[in-house]
């Protein structure tokens, strides 16, 4: 399994744009808030393995 690490850039009602920490230049990644960790702010970093979306630090 890919292991990555996102950054929240923004929320936006029930979903969160997502930027891949190791590829700045790719496009956001649009995710529903329900997938993520209930916690989650803008700036938060997140850690998708195993299909699954954790904060990190």
Known sequence: MNTYTY???TIDGDYAHLRRTDEPSEELKLVARALLPAEIMEGSKLL???MQYSIIE
């Open 7 to 9: 950054v929240v850039e």
């Open 48 to 50: 998708y393995e195993w």
